[in-house]
């Protein structure tokens, strides 16, 4: 009888230890919620704030540079595993950090997108005005000074192999832009 109660008494603390284990295993699981939480609502600021903050970074670079939106796409999910990572290891501020950064390279990648979109669409648009002023039947007839205007942007953007001929008076530009 003793050796039973022996047992039930060993038993009943083994218990007690597995209990307070578990209350704390609760309470870091409700930290790392929160720190979730947290992070999710962060008051990191509206999406427009973020698009119109990346339009303007990305307005002071070159065509080429501000149309990259894979590698801003890069940055981003880097920024996530980077945030999963920290708060993996209970470091909220550095999660916190990344994921900010995160969001604001989603917002380049969605800006440069944009811009990619319109430089596609107007380097076509290019293409097919240079096309109807330089075709052999019917061409579109212009000023010399524009017409040369038009085929000197086209090849300094790399669109044309030619440069225009210049008018024979000389090209006035301050008369076009």
């Known amino acids: 009888m003793q050796k039973v109660a022996k047992e039930l008494n060993s038993t009943s603390k083994e218990l007690d230890k597995a209990e307070d284990k578990i209350e704390k295993l609760k309470a870091q699981l409700q930290e790392r919620i929160n720190a979730v939480r947290a992070i999710r609502d962060g008051g990191f600021g509206t999406i427009p704030k973020y698009m119109n903050k990346a339009r303007a970074e990305l307005g002071d670079l070159t065509l080429a540079q501000a149309s990259q939106y894979k590698k801003y796409q890069n940055q981003a999910i880097r920024d996530g595993k980077n945030a999963d990572r920290a708060l993996a290891v209970n470091k909220v501020e550095e999660a916190l950090e990344h994921k900010q950064s995160q969001m604001m390279n989603q ?11 319109r430089i596609k669409k107007l380097r076509t648009k290019l293409l097919e005005q240079n096309a109807r002023i330089t075709r052999a039947k019917n061409p ?13 942007m086209m090849y300094q953007m790399g669109l044309i192999k030619r440069d225009g001929l210049m008018p024979t008076d000389g090209f006035d530009k301050n008369g076009y832009y």
């Open 107 to 117: 917002a380049r990648a969605r800006v440069a997108f944009e811009n990619q979109q």
């Open 140 to 152: 579109v007839m212009l000023d010399p000074q524009l017409r040369y205007f038009y085929t000197h």
